[in-house]
């Protein structure tokens, strides 16, 4: 690799657990947004389809390290790991992914500053006030005369065309 040449890109190391075949409309539409949005936020995965004839050693690893829910025989799909570490199966996909914690469910470094949310920007300038205080506070009586003034000319303008 020369000075010119563009670094490799990373091995995908994030593995989607899918099922090219399953006949359940939600797990279909797991699947699909998982890697939609990966890959929209430029993070390389690779997709492991189950269901594929010859998968049946990635099924069994998929099954001994993923969590199922109560009432389920085995995990299924989509299931998310990092390597051989377990992230985590859709709904906690999509809680990170609303938190704007995907990365770190991911286990992956951050590309982008985590916003701040709403909330804590509203504390932050909040905290912001006490030191800038003084300065609106002296600017207001300097505009309240201001305001007085001219409400007491403004009778004074109506009286003569009252009169007139």
Same mark, same amino acid.
């Given at each position: 690799?020369? *000075?010119?040449?563009?670094?490799?890109?990373?091995?995908?190391?994030?593995?989607?657990?899918?099922?090219?075949?399953?006949?359940?409309?939600?797990?279909?539409?797991?699947?699909?947004?998982?890697?939609?949005?990966?890959?929209?936020?430029?993070?390389?995965?690779?997709? %492991?389809?189950?269901?594929? +004839?010859?998968?049946?050693?990635?099924?069994? %690893?998929?099954?001994?390290?993923?969590?199922?829910? *109560?009432?389920?025989?085995?995990?299924?799909?989509?299931?998310?790991?990092?390597?051989?570490?377990?992230?985590?199966?859709?709904?906690?996909?999509?809680?990170?992914?609303?938190?704007?914690?995907?990365? @770190?469910?991911?286990?992956?470094?951050?590309?982008?500053?985590?916003? %701040? +949310?709403?909330? *804590?920007?509203?504390?932050?300038? =909040? @905290?912001?006030?006490? =030191?800038?205080?003084?300065?609106?506070?002296?600017?207001?009586? =300097?505009?309240? +005369?201001?305001?007085?003034?001219?409400?007491? *000319?403004?009778?004074?303008?109506?009286?003569?065309?009252?009169?007139?």
């Amino acid at each position: 690799m020369g *000075e010119g040449e563009p670094a490799p890109a990373p091995a995908a190391d994030i593995k989607i657990f899918i099922s090219g075949n399953s006949g359940s409309k939600e797990i279909t539409n797991s699947q699909h947004r998982i890697t939609m949005i990966l890959k929209s936020l430029g993070i390389p995965l690779k997709q %492991v389809d189950i269901s594929a +004839p010859g998968t049946e050693e990635q099924r069994d %690893v998929m099954r001994a390290g993923a969590k199922k829910k *109560e009432g389920q025989r085995y995990p299924l799909p989509p299931q998310i790991f990092n390597g051989d570490k377990y992230c985590g199966d859709y709904d906690d996909f999509d809680v990170a992914n609303e938190d704007d914690e995907l990365e @770190e469910f991911l286990g992956i470094p951050r590309k982008t500053p985590k916003a %701040v +949310p709403a909330e *804590e920007k509203k504390e932050e300038d =909040a @905290e912001k006030l006490p =030191a800038t205080e003084g300065a609106p506070t002296d600017a207001a009586p =300097a505009e309240a +005369p201001a305001t007085e003034a001219s409400t007491a *000319e403004a009778p004074a303008a109506e009286a003569p065309a009252a009169e007139a």
